[in-house]
């Protein structure tokens, strides 16, 4: 079954952008999307930036996102997309899956997230609800979006992590790729002293440790890869 949009009376081609970094990746999802009457891959993307890019120029209905590129990925690419494009609908499209990764991107706009392996099952019915403007939940992100209605609504949901700001997961990520307090001061174009108070404030917010510490959460929650 196809979908188009009907605008004056004119029937409206659902436009659709693909940003993964695995051209395997997104050759498959182009093929099933475009298989489908009445959808188009308006354009592909490689890296997070080139995304932005993409997604401002030519302003699809939907973006299928992967969560882990190069340049711009996770939480940050899905609030940023969001910005530049308001009226477009994201759908995650990742390999892992993270309570508090899956949280936070739908509270940075993003209406879906489905695991690649489930592209072959899931991709077409979450593009479908996404062109109604609806969201798509897998059963287990369901569950998930159930938890983060119990805390929001005074029922305490256990391994929910504490939400960090753009700039402390800057942060974070470039500890755990093992940059030292200079390098990440010289980064963002602050003191050296700024970044160790940075540092402190971020391991003392996860409750983590070590720098060992702070990789695992780093890896756990997507923010690094493995």
Not at 13 to 36: F, N, S, W
Not at 105 to 111: I, M, P, T, W, Y
Not at 146 to 155: C, D, E, S, T, W
Request: overall charge neutral; charged content about 30%; hydrophobic content about 40%.
């Amino acid at each position: 079954m196809g979908f188009c949009t009907r605008q004056n009376n004119k029937m409206k081609t659902l436009k659709i952008l693909i940003a993964d970094d695995h051209e395997v990746l997104r050759e498959g999802a182009r093929m099933l999307i475009e298989a489908e009457a009445g959808w188009e891959v308006c354009g592909v993307a490689a890296n997070g930036r080139e995304a932005l890019e993409r997604a401002r120029e030519l302003e699809p209905d939907i973006i299928v996102l992967d969560l882990n590129m190069p340049e711009l990925s996770g939480v940050d690419a899905v609030r940023q997309l969001k910005r530049a494009v308001p009226a477009c609908e994201i759908l995650v499209f990742s390999a892992h899956r993270s309570e508090d990764v899956v949280e936070q991107v739908f509270d940075a706009g993003a209406k879906s997230y489905i695991q690649k392996a489930d592209a072959g099952r899931d991709l077409i019915s979450a593009i479908r609800s996404l062109a109604e403007h609806k969201p798509y939940f897998t059963p287990d992100i369901s569950e998930i979006v159930f938890r983060r209605f119990l805390h929001k609504n005074g029922g305490k949901a256990d391994g929910l992590k504490h939400d960090l700001t753009a700039r402390e997961r800057e942060i974070l990520r470039l500890l755990a790729e093992g940059q030292s307090n200079k390098d990440v001061a010289t980064n963002l174009g602050i003191s050296v002293r700024t970044a160790e108070t940075h540092r402190a404030a971020l391991m003392h917010k996860l409750s983590l440790d070590s720098i060992a510490s702070l990789v695992r959460y780093a890896i756990r929650n997507q923010i690094i890869e493995a």
